[in-house]
């Protein structure tokens, strides 16, 4: 076969963004053992939204590790063995569980480094699902972006495609820190839950980074920016597409990471478009919303014109399926939203 | 579409098929197109029978000459999901 017919099928190959997250997690687990993956139903199920699928095939159970329905322990055992020199994966299956391991999370994982002086750092990833869309109700459906991002030492991830989705992963396992790695369940693309177009895109085989803090550009326009983050990106995408046919140009900003915020991107894409809308399916107040419309009113506050957020309202999410589509903010409602900036 | 009767078929069937009672599965992601060149053994299509998720296989280099269910088509086991032209 020819060098250019390689390299074409090379660029051809597109991922789902679970099939990307596990090949920037077995790439890193084959370069570095100190790298494992611990959770429930991680090991033979291969995680329940596709997350480790395949790992422990080549890995085994010392490196794949299904855990009992048992979060404070092994979360708390993810922070020792960071602690302790190993770079572990921790998944946290649905993210409205932590609340049962928020001591392990919130003040140790989080801030041991601090605590100790700076004398051990806590190189771990926490991975959870988050998100809604399917109808499972109030206990795993919530996003709970805001949550982490507002705690001081936690670096925070959401990926939105299958190229970001391993390039934020390789980032992830090989940073110093704490990070928290968001991956939402509809951009996973797995059967029984299928994802919009958006998500799979063609993926290297090599490995590769994207830096945290860098926001991306998903569309470029000029009339209004569009900040959003996770599955909304996609959303976002539709309405701004949908709206071109009307006149109206929208410049759609994929955060990537909440922890660094890359507000300079943000803030001159405003200077450029002079309107602002925010989406976020985590909820309303005391949200990603409010945190975006208050650095850019920090720094630009003149060139702001008009500011719409859609977020959740503050309830909590509906298990009925009209009545959780009424809340987790639609197409439609981006669309209205953009709409009511002109 | 070629009418070379020598194309190979991938059929949805393998070792796999102890694993899972279900007899009728889903089409979740094609890696490579129609029209790409693929060598032995390259994963071309993950597909989803109840939980088990399996790459079908490249059983010979050649060409991915005609793919027979897209993504998201359910098929039965035993289904042909593409053609490959051998070369």
Known sequence: MA??????????????????????????????????????????????????????????YDRVMDVPISETAYLGAAVGAAQAGMRPIAELMFVDFFGVAMDQIYNNMAKNTYMSGGSVNVPMVLTAAVGGTYNDAGQHSQTLYGTFAHLPGMKVVVPSTAYDAKGLMHNAIRDDDPVVYLFHKRLMGIGWMP?????????????????????????????????????????ALEAAESLADDGVDAEVIDLRTLVPLDTETVV??????????????????????????????????????????????????????????????????????????? | MSENTDRVAIAADGDWTADVDAEEGVVVNWF???????????????????????????????????????????????DTLAWIEPG
């Open chain 1, 3 to 60: 060098q250019e017919e390689r390299d074409r099928r090379v660029v051809e190959r597109e991922l789902t963004m679970s099939r990307a997250m596990v090949e920037a997690i077995a790439h890193e687990m084959r370069e570095d053992e100190e790298v494992f993956y611990m959770g429930e139903d991680v090991a033979d199920y291969g995680g329940i939204f596709d997350s480790t699928e395949g790992l422990l095939d080549e890995f085994g």
């Open chain 1, 195 to 235: 994802a919009p177009g958006g998500p799979k895109t063609p993926v290297p085989k090599t490995d590769y980074t994207i830096p945290f803090g860098s926001a991306d550009v998903k569309r470029e326009g000029s009339d209004v920016t569009v900040v959003t983050l996770g599955l909304h990106v996609h959303r």
């Open chain 1, 268 to 342: 001159d894409s405003v200077r450029k478009t002079g309107n602002l809308v925010v989406v976020d399916e985590d909820y309303r107040s005391f949200g990603v919303t409010g945190e975006i419309v208050a650095s850019v009113a920090d720094e630009a506050l003149e060139n702001l014109d008009a500011v719409e957020r859609v977020a959740l309202p503050d309830v909590p999410i509906p298990y009925a399926r009209s009545m959780e589509n009424e809340v987790i903010p639609d197409v439609q409602d981006i669309e209205d939203a953009i709409q009511a900036t002109r």
């Open chain 2, 32 to 78: 490579v197109g129609e029209g790409s060149a693929v060598e032995e053994g390259d994963s071309l299509c993950e597909i989803q029978v109840e939980k088990v998720s399996v790459d079908m296989e490249a059983p010979t280099d050649g060409t991915l000459d005609e793919i027979a269910h897209d993504e998201g088509d359910e098929f039965t086991i035993g």
